[in-house]
């Protein structure tokens, strides 16, 4: 399969009923939103052979990857009974938790049009975040509460007010489930601070304030201790280099 020209090409061709389309192999909803940073940062990668591809892939690969952590607690994802996708984006991730979880999967995000576009393609409930935690207003309990490369961007010092908020969405027994950078990138030096953070104040987001959301990264311990400060509790589970290339999972179970 070629790569396409361009993203509007791709998505007539997923518009169509053409055999060749992704979406005939890959059993998921493969239209992609122009607004999507995270196609756009595959798109522009020097690596990137084929970006439709990859982006789609990808996502395929942190469903494998959460199927492993959720397996982890003796809770497999796909018995779950109601997920929250929280920063879900333009739904790199939730195209393929959708068939999984039919109807009991609600994303959330704060980019403009996010939600829509996941609610009207991926079938799925929704509602939109707040920039502030304590303006968050999350419509009920979930069973397991997701969120992907989201504490990786928050500056430190926020990671706190959105741990709570985020553990408060969780029904008793259930888990809240997070990714943070692993304390060593490969190729990269870390400068970190006294207290074992460092905060960089960009990222691949242009639509988001890079003083609120920049690239942050944590020893391990300090991640630890933040949970137990946020939480009143330890972390079930902390799993190294669980997603992507070098972020750790860190579990909660509430209750």
């Not at 991926?122 to 309990?141: I, Q």
């Not at 908020?165 to 008793?172: R, W």
């Not at 009143?232 to 209750?255: I, K, L, N, S």
Request: charged residues 25%; contains cysteine.
């Amino acid at each position: 399969m070629t790569k396409p020209p361009d993203l509007a090409t791709h998505n007539a061709r997923e518009a169509s009923r053409s055999p060749d389309r992704y979406s005939e192999w890959m059993r998921v909803n493969c239209v992609i939103d122009p607004r999507d940073e995270i196609f756009r940062f595959f798109a522009n990668h020097d690596i990137a052979a084929n970006p439709v591809r990859e982006y789609l892939a990808d996502g395929w690969r942190s469903l494998s990857e959460l199927m492993l952590v959720m397996d982890a607690v003796d809770r497999p994802l796909p018995r779950v009974r109601s997920m929250l996708e929280f920063a879900a984006g333009f739904g790199r991730f939730t195209r393929h938790l959708a068939p999984l979880l039919p109807g009991r999967l609600t994303v959330s995000d704060v980019q403009a049009g996010s939600v829509d576009f996941l609610r009207e393609q991926m079938g799925v409930e929704g509602f939109y975040s707040a920039s502030d935690p304590a303006k968050l207003v999350v419509p009920r309990r979930y069973e397991l509460v997701f969120v992907l490369s989201m504490f990786t961007h928050l500056p430190p010092k926020m990671w706190t007010p959105w741990m709570r908020a985020l553990f408060a969405a969780v029904e008793p027994g259930g888990y809240l489930v997070l990714s943070v950078h692993n304390e060593t990138i490969e190729g990269q030096t870390i400068e970190y601070g006294p207290d074992g953070t460092q905060f960089v104040a960009s990222s691949e987001s242009s639509a988001l304030d890079v003083d609120q959301y920049g690239t942050t990264f944590a020893r391990r311990a300090w991640v630890e201790d933040e949970v137990k400060r946020a939480l009143g509790r330890p972390a079930t589970v902390y799993r190294e280099r669980a997603f992507w290339h070098g972020q750790d999972a860190v579990v909660v179970r509430a209750g």
